[in-house]
């Protein structure tokens, strides 16, 4: 008999399980509380690890197809000073594929293939323990049973209170995020600046971040230690005021450098919050969490790839293992805890390193990370 499963979310982690196993014929319920697909900007480009979100796609069956959309280019990384000196410039072999960049829009629609997911969706509460299953409440006053409800919606899940009543700590770093449009024809001389890849400047507690998406998009991180109320007097809707305030922060800085901030267009607050480094729970029968609803580190490039080898692993235990479906779950929460903790560990020193009084930290850092 087929188990009733769905997952709630529709990100890299989420559309990954849900891909895996309907490659072997597993029906799911894709629960996504936003209307659709592009109903929001989807976000920055993604780098995919060998052994973590290609591996993922891989076990989805559809890595060839990555292959062909993804920017092995992307890999490209430049670290300047504040001053705008070329510290490194690192350039990937042309067989170089590590880690190859793809825009979060493209693996969406790659993933979504010929997935069936219930928009508009918003689930408001997990409830387990039932004699039916695990019951899914919705905004709109409806619910539905299950017997697997897997939770891969986010930092502020909804589905993380059936089993955990943690919730996440602001980390004290702050990313104000703007962006470029059809950068190599409208700023060339920042096209240059940024490359293929992406161009970083570090400074005392305070870095900017340009990383190149495809189609001659942009995005724009500023970086920087700062209270959570520090936007008090701030009004974050008006551009000019935001850019003004940027641009003081970052005062000093190279004009080639500042021009990211001010060619920008718009700009969204995004103070970094983080989950416990060994966030893990008492299993509960018929409810599990992955990626960042599970294990919410800082953003240095393991969050969507844990998720999407988290979805993969789980769906290939549930199609083929030889256990039940609460004994294939409770296994892949043992395997992945110990696994995002280690991760947790890396990127959250890693954090401290980048956004730092000591900007050689952030030099220091790269040099170890990057092949020589």
Request: hydrophobic share 40%; proline share 7%.
């Amino acid at each position: 008999m087929r188990h009733r499963i769905a997952v709630v979310g529709s990100g890299p982690g989420g559309l990954t399980f849900a891909r895996v196993l309907h490659r072997h014929g597993y029906p799911v319920a894709v629960l996504e509380r936003d209307p659709a697909p592009d109903v929001r900007p989807p976000g920055g480009t993604l780098d995919l690890h060998e052994g973590l979100g290609q591996l993922a796609l891989d076990k989805a069956g559809l890595l060839e197809e990555f292959q062909a959309l993804s920017r092995p280019e992307g890999q490209a990384m430049r670290i300047l000073d504040a001053d705008g000196t070329v510290l490194r410039d690192w350039r990937p072999r042309p067989d170089d594929r590590a880690n190859p960049e793809i825009d979060r829009g493209q693996l969406r629609d790659l993933l979504l293939g010929p997935l069936d997911v219930q928009w508009g969706r918003s689930v408001t509460q997990v409830v387990p323990g039932s004699q039916e299953g695990v019951v899914v409440r919705f905004a709109d006053g409806r619910q539905e049973t299950f017997d697997l409800v897997v939770g891969a919606d986010g930092a502020w899940s909804r589905t993380r209170p059936a089993v955990s009543s943690v919730t996440p700590h602001y980390t004290g770093v702050t990313y104000v995020e703007t962006s470029l449009d059809d950068v190599d024809t409208r700023h060339p001389d920042l096209a240059r600046l940024i490359g293929d890849g992406s161009v970083a400047a570090y400074g005392v507690n305070r870095a900017l971040v340009a990383q190149r998406n495809s189609g001659g998009h942009v995005k724009v991180y500023a970086q920087f230690r700062a209270p959570l109320d520090w936007h008090t007097n701030l009004d974050l809707a008006d551009v000019e005021a935001v850019r003004s305030s940027l641009l003081a922060l970052f005062d000093g800085w190279a004009a080639p450098v500042l021009d990211l901030l001010r060619h920008a267009t718009a700009f969204v607050h995004r103070p970094l919050y983080v989950l416990p480094v060994s966030h893990t729970w008492t299993h509960v029968p018929g409810v599990t969490l992955l990626g960042d609803a599970a294990h919410l580190m800082p953003p240095l490039g393991a969050g969507a790839n844990l998720a999407m080898l988290e979805g993969a692993e789980l769906a290939e235990s549930i199609a083929t293992g030889p256990g039940d479906l609460d004994e294939a779950v409770h296994a892949f929460e043992e395997q992945m805890w110990a696994r995002a903790g280690r991760w947790a560990k890396i990127t959250t020193a890693g954090l401290e390193r980048l956004v730092s009084p000591d900007p050689a930290e952030a030099l220091a850092l790269f040099d170890e990370v990057q092949p020589s």
